[in-house]
């Protein structure tokens, strides 16, 4: 019989997923795609983006418990956050005065697929600041 690690006594694993550069990611779906011309998108969806973000979706859906901890700003940050929470992940959020990037997937029903990146902003010094010192806390309390 399998024994969670509570009670095997064994230390439970950690997963950190860093994300210095985080995003929304909008997936357009659209049948016939043109660039150049007016396109219909027949279905929107959005989802919290970032490679940090896809490994704790990952790692969530392999069960594991990941903590995301990253930059969050604006409507955008705020979205990627409830995006997270909904999954059920926890996260160290560290404020921005900047709306976080939105990229751009263009998914034509024949397959082809589009993407358009947006750049991510410039962190202060004092976000950086901020975000070393949650970091170093969240690590000093489980490690």
């Known amino acids: 019989?399998?024994?969670?690690?509570?009670?095997?006594?064994?230390?439970?694993?950690?997963?950190?997923?860093?994300?210095?550069?985080?995003?929304?990611?909008t997936r357009l779906i659209v049948k016939g795609f043109a660039p150049g011309h007016v396109n219909r998108v027949s279905e929107v969806y959005r989802t919290p983006g970032g490679k940090a973000a896809h490994v704790a979706m990952a790692l969530k859906g392999l069960g594991a418990t990941p903590t995301w901890i990253g930059f969050s700003g604006g409507a955008t940050g705020s979205e990627?956050?409830?995006?997270?929470?909904?999954?059920?992940?926890?996260?160290?959020?560290?404020?921005?005065?900047?709306?976080?990037?939105?990229?751009?997937?263009?998914?034509?029903?024949?397959?082809?697929?589009?993407?358009?990146l947006e750049p991510g902003g410039m962190i202060t010094q004092s976000e950086w600041s901020e975000f070393l010192q949650a970091w170093r806390a969240r690590l000093s309390n489980c490690c």
Do not use: H
């Open 1 to 25: 019989m399998n024994k969670s690690a509570a009670q095997s006594n064994q230390p439970a694993t950690a997963f950190f997923c860093v994300s210095l550069n985080p995003a929304i990611d």
């Open 80 to 116: 990627l956050l409830a995006g997270l929470r909904d999954l059920e992940i926890a996260t160290m959020p560290v404020s921005t005065g900047r709306a976080l990037r939105v990229n751009l997937e263009i998914l034509d029903t024949e397959g082809e697929v589009t993407e358009i």
